[in-house]
């Protein structure tokens, strides 16, 4: 018989098992170990002396904490029980000589001896390397679906921040991101105008509905409570509060503040967030949660999202204050309407929708030196406080050329174009200027030019609609400059008795999703429909249901109506009663006067003899 053909003596065999790199434990049909190979004795930390003999399940089967596992619960002893087959695994712990249990990876099969079961064999490995890298991987990936979360989270409460809606909306629409995600409840404290107290504004909790009497300016604090309240206010840190503290010990800083809300919401802990910036603070908020505390990462994310609020604020503050001054100034820069006759007048102005609400349109109405009624509708090139302040070196250039020159429109204009080219910065222009003429009872006159400005539309009491096309010429600032030459040619009007002549800018007629023809077209329907109501409404009526009708959007909207009184009004057989008195309604300031207000003013039979012709 060849060296090859003979079968593998026991050293053969010894030696694959000393070598085989993995532990090998057999036993008998009782579970008792019969041998042990060197691997086994090193991942085990036992000797094969210490091991042969035992029960194999008693000594090494262990759960992960390192208590027992009950034997029929045990899967590396199950073939010698039940199943007779193989059974492999990696969750189960073997017990280590110093105690520690040691994961492994496992395979027992039964083990037969002429056709009869003599015990089974284990094959084992340590796991532990292989598990931790698993569970460091893991950890890592739920760490990474935190930080996702976490950053969704936040981006999410940036776009709610950034909406345009008011500071209590977005502090409620923020709570509905952080509640139940990151707290059972939470509330928003602002600092009230004016005063040390706070006012709590929002409060949301995911376990209680009625939450709005916890709402409301909190009791002024004590002296111990006011100082706590400025730490938290004005720390960079949030604050940590357990419910337990403040039961305990009602005098705890911030129990007058928060006790309540742990006591009518629940929760276990909070964590308190400034809201502030560099420049002062504006609240707290505070989120709480039940069970374990905020982690230090949960903290940290809840300091970030106070510092976004807070910039916010700050934004909002900034906007109404510009806002404040904007809307001041524009108040300032509009006129006053004054009352003259039986002429009844309304003016509206309607911002653009922008934070400066300000912009180049304006209105004005004064009585001349010459005892003509005046009107003006203009607008200056531009929308912010620069157009504002052009608009008012306009305006004023053509009430004093206006009143100093007792003279034809369209000198006026070539007056002011010239002005405003060599004295002014103030760009380009488009202004309608028109004298209403005629003795107290009428008949009356309009005497008008048109420097490219939207044509004046005349509404008659039965609601026929007519825009008034004449005394078109170029823009103020456009002719002098370019040495054009060129000139605006007077029109004239006859105005029905109880008509309403109405002059506008174009941010009546025209937006981005309306040309300017089907916007003129609009507002010559509504105005019609608008003259038609009863006699019992005013002129003020108009223009506010004009306003509504039309709804301008965008860009800045100035109007002027003026309604013209029944034929005969005011003289000395006038039979009908004195119309009620010129709205106080007015887009200007309240205090200012206006200008040629006056009851009775010289009679004027035929205004063009005072002109001075040039």
Known sequence: MSGSDRAPGPDFSAAVLHDLGAGVITTDPDSRITSVNPWAEELLGRSAGDMIGQDAHDLLHRRADG????????????????????EQGSDEYLLRADGTPVPVIWASTPLRLKGGRAGSVAVFHDFSLHRSATEQAAAHTAALEELTARLHLVADI????????????????????????????????VCAEHSTALERITVRSAHHRRTSRLKGTLPPPEERTRQALARALNSDRPTRLTAAELRENPDAPLAATHGTLFERLGGDFAVVVPLRTRQRPYGLLTVAREGAPHSDAEAAVLADIGRRVALVMDNARLYHEQRNVAETMQRQLLAPLPQVDHLRMAARYRPAQRAMEIGGDWYDAFLLGDGVMALVIGDVVGHDLKAAAHMAEVRNMLRALAWDHCEPPSLIMRRLDEAVTNTSDAPMATIVFARVEGPEGGPWRLHWVNAGHPPPLLITREGNTRFLQGGHGPLIGMSATLHLGLSWPDASEELPPESTLLLYTDGLVESRNRPIDLGMATLRHHAGVLARRPAGDTVDDFCEALLERIAPSGDDAALLALRLPAAGAGTADDPFPTPPPQSSHSPAAPDRAAPGSLQERPPVEDPSRGFREE
């Not at 027992?68 to 193989?86: H, K, N």
């Not at 990151?182 to 509330?187: H, I, L, P, Q, T």
């Open 67 to 86: 208590s027992r596992v009950p034997r029929e619960q045990c899967a590396l002893t199950r073939p010698l029980r039940e199943s007779g087959v193989t």
């Open 158 to 189: 940036s776009s709610v921040l950034m909406t345009g809606v008011s500071t209590s909306g977005s502090m409620r629409r923020l709570l509905r991101l952080l509640v139940p995600g990151m707290g059972a409840w939470a509330a928003v404290d």
